[in-house]
């Protein structure tokens, strides 16, 4: 069983390895496709087995950095500044990989075994449970995660999706680049091209990174984070 305790331990016993955190989560978008395995913790295929996942990978990264402190206990991580950085690199994370994998959403249902603060314990989850407390205009109704799915939804992107004037098929394939050059430990991407992870991965030559142009469609804000370190 793989859990977030255990990549702990991987990463703990590689200290002499910078890259490990890195390498992880470049062969869990490199070679997972199927959103299910992909996305948490709770998903297990019909033998029982479980797999590393973006959940995964964001737990780590509050274990490692709370090592004891706020990001390490659930109530309080929000109160460190690296908890939105490290929620907002989360976010590039996933985006990347639907750019990707454009075919592979939210395609099962899943009970909630713990419960929020509006779904009772054992409800049933899917692409249309309602994000609460999440609005989508001034009449109430709550994004889900279809409506939800895309960030040019909400007016941005990141330097790696550059979303605009590309159909689907180019977009992932200059988004593999990019991932190549930003995370690929060997200069050879291995990404699957296939939708349920079915097929061996593909190598592809190793490309530069793109200039990235401004995103067209954003809306006119900044958001800027000040960190003041005391020492």
Request: hydrophobic fraction near 30%; avoid cysteine; charge should be neutral.
């Amino acid at each position: 069983m793989l859990d977030d305790h255990f990549f702990s331990l991987l990463i703990a016993k590689n200290k002499t390895k910078k890259n490990s955190l890195r390498i992880l989560t470049y062969q869990l978008i490199a070679e997972q496709s199927n959103y299910a395995p992909f996305s948490n913790t709770g998903y297990t295929d019909g033998r029982g087995g479980r797999y590393n996942s973006i959940e995964n990978m964001h737990n780590v990264v509050h274990s490692l950095v709370g090592n004891g402190g706020h990001m390490s206990i659930i109530p309080y991580s929000a109160f460190d500044p690296i908890f939105w950085l490290h929620h907002a690199n989360m976010d590039r994370l996933l985006a990347i990989w639907q750019a990707i994998y454009p075919d592979s959403w939210v395609n099962t249902s899943q009970i909630n075994q713990i419960g929020t603060f509006t779904d009772a314990p054992g409800s049933i989850e899917n692409i249309n449970t309602p994000l609460t407390p999440f609005h989508s205009d001034r009449t109430g109704t709550l994004y889900n995660s279809q409506t939800a799915r895309y960030t040019s939804t909400f007016g941005y992107t990141y330097p790696e999706i550059i979303d605009w004037n590309v159909t689907a098929a180019q977009l992932s394939s200059n988004v593999r680049r990019n991932l190549n050059a930003l995370l690929n430990p060997s200069g050879t991407t291995t990404t699957n091209t296939a939708n349920q992870g079915s097929q061996p991965p593909q190598k592809r030559e190793k490309h530069t990174k793109k200039t990235i142009a401004e995103y067209p469609n954003a809306a006119d804000h900044q958001y800027f984070v000040n960190i003041r370190v005391e020492t």
